[in-house]
């Protein structure tokens, strides 16, 4: 499976945007590129995912590369409330979720 | 929010016995998992079911077994808990295998293996 590398930590003060990195240079074409998040003692929460365009949704924004060797998570407006860790993930064209693995993600702090 | 139940929340066991977390859902969804999380190693998949019976192994499989006899409910037993199992254990639930769709988490079950 393609993998995903991540920065271990990120920091970001209340109201600002933050934009969260992930590179996956060896994705391949049917690769969907997926974000989750989990906050503190509680289960991961779906983000945002993408194929190939730009996605926007009502908790953030999704900003692939035009090779696709990397994207960015974009919150707009950081809350204290996003502090989590996040995590980047592809899942491949016709994989089942059971092939899939979490990496270690991007722990975010968000400063008042 | 995703009908997902796990239980227990908590446990405490000694090593060498069996231990049964559960899953329940409530959104029949065809596909279940289990997940571990360690410090380090992100969250990893265990078991996962994509029906009624028809289940396959994860990438940390080994000293697991898991159990689905209705759409709703995915086991997961520890035949012989050791302190290498000690964990937080995730449960999550897809609709479908198209990667388009989204995965839907427990809030996790914490084992600690004495």
């Known amino acids: 499976d393609a993998k995903t590398t991540q920065p271990n930590s990120m920091e970001s003060n209340e109201e600002e945007p933050v934009h969260l990195p992930c590179n996956h240079s060896t994705i391949s074409g049917t690769d969907y590129i997926h974000w989750y998040r989990q906050l503190p003692s509680q289960g991961p929460e779906y983000v945002i995912h993408g194929l190939t365009s730009n996605v926007n949704n009502r908790m953030a924004s999704l900003a692939i590369a035009e090779d696709r060797k990397s994207s960015t998570l974009i919150l707009h407006r950081a809350t204290l409330r996003d502090a989590a860790v996040y995590y980047c993930i592809l899942i491949g064209g016709g994989t089942s979720y059971g092939k899939l693995t979490f990496g270690q993600g991007t722990i975010l702090t968000v400063h008042p | 929010d995703a009908g997902i139940t796990q239980s227990p929340r908590h446990k405490v066991t000694e090593t060498g016995t069996p231990v049964t977390l559960r899953c329940h859902q409530t959104?029949?969804?065809?596909?279940m998992y289990w997940y571990r999380q360690d410090p380090g190693h992100g969250l990893r998949l265990i078991h996962y079911s994509y029906g009624v019976k028809d289940t396959d192994k994860g990438e940390v499989s080994d000293g697991y077994s898991v159990s689905r006899s209705k759409t709703e409910d995915f086991l997961l037993t520890l035949e012989s808990a050791t302190s290498s199992q000690t964990s937080v254990y995730f449960c999550?639930?897809?609709?479908?295998?198209?990667?388009?769709?989204?995965?839907?988490f427990g809030e996790g079950s914490r084992l600690t293996v004495l």
């Open positions: 959104e029949n969804h065809r596909y």
């Open positions: 999550a639930i897809s609709e479908g295998r198209k990667n388009t769709g989204e995965l839907f």
